[in-house]
């Protein structure tokens, strides 16, 4: 049975920083592309950062430069260290995993998902 555990989430002042870990287990995250989005209340769900199992990299514009998405295979955990956070960052993150290695933006791409950590950025 796969599981992705998100954790690192919680309440940070406007330009703190967060590291998320998503731990993975029933699966190999070497063998995936992965990805975090995130879901602020009433709105939908959106992409954040992907990691292709090739080892590229992906942003939106909203967190580029701010946050940044890295992988330990040896711990089959994923990363998100985010910095610079800005009230509109304040969301549940998910982490996904997909077997795919396209379409990494969209949430209908991923198989697997996270339950959620949320981050809350206070101005």
């Known amino acids: 049975q796969v599981q992705l555990v998100e954790s690192g989430g919680g309440l940070v002042q406007a330009g703190g920083s967060l590291r998320l870990s998503c731990a993975a287990s029933?699966?190999?995250?070497?063998?995936?592309?992965a990805g975090w989005f995130r879901q602020a209340p009433g709105k939908e769900r959106e992409f954040v950062a992907d990691s292709w199992s090739g080892g590229n990299t992906h942003y939106a514009d909203s967190v580029k430069g701010r946050f940044t998405i890295s992988r330990d295979n040896s711990k089959n955990t994923m990363y998100l260290q985010m910095n610079s956070l800005k009230p509109e960052d304040t969301a549940v993150y998910y982490c996904?995993?997909?077997?795919?290695?396209?379409?990494?933006?969209?949430?209908?791409?991923?198989?697997?998902w996270g339950q959620g950590t949320q981050v809350t950025v206070s101005s």
């Open positions: 996904a995993a997909s077997s795919n290695a396209y379409g990494l933006e969209v949430t209908s791409t991923y198989k697997y």
């Open positions: 029933g699966l190999t995250f070497r063998s995936y592309s």
